[in-house]
């Protein structure tokens, strides 16, 4: 006898960090992505972040580090310095470690990225791209909170 159930099957689809780096067109680790970032991300990214973080491009060039004169030049020049490419990069980055542990919500990644967390003393995850030990302590906290490790 066949038994039918009403439950779905789990299928799962593609991991998120696939998605992000495939959407920006940037491998997510290696070579050719140091090669890029040396030579100076496109301009063109800076929207597409925006567009995947749901964020204002303001919010994004000030999460690392751009005032505005110098974002209008970066869009004069068409490309970010190495500096800055690393920074979006890194922003990338813990989005997608925010999709993992929020299981590909993109809504609940984006809002944790833009509210104050507790782990991290009440600063926004997006504040924490100024150094590499603030970017690491977002890192870390997301692998604690991942484990159920309490903070």
């Known amino acids: 006898m066949k038994v039918l ?5 789990y299928q799962p689809g593609l991991p998120a960090s696939d998605c992000i780096w495939s959407t920006l067109g940037l491998p997510s680790r290696g070579t050719r992505l140091h090669e890029l970032i040396h030579q100076g991300l496109p301009f063109k990214h800076l929207d597409q972040i925006a567009t995947l973080l749901q964020m204002q491009r303001g919010e994004i060039s000030r999460a690392i580090g751009l005032s505005p004169a110098r974002l209008a030049r970066r869009a004069k020049a068409g490309r ?9 990069v890194a922003l990338v980055n813990l989005f997608d470690g925010a999709l993992s ?5 993109k809504v609940g990644a984006a809002e944790w ?7 991290l003393g009440a600063k926004r995850p997006i504040d924490m791209l100024g150094t590499r030990v603030e ?7 997301i692998g604690q909170l991942e484990r159920g490790v309490l903070v």
């Open 5 to 9: 159930s009403s439950i779905k099957e």
């Open 80 to 88: 970010f310095n190495t500096a800055e490419s690393d920074r979006l």
């Open 101 to 105: 542990l929020f299981e590909n919500d």
């Open 113 to 119: 990225m833009t509210s104050p967390v507790p782990g």
């Open 135 to 141: 970017t690491q302590a977002v890192v870390d906290l």
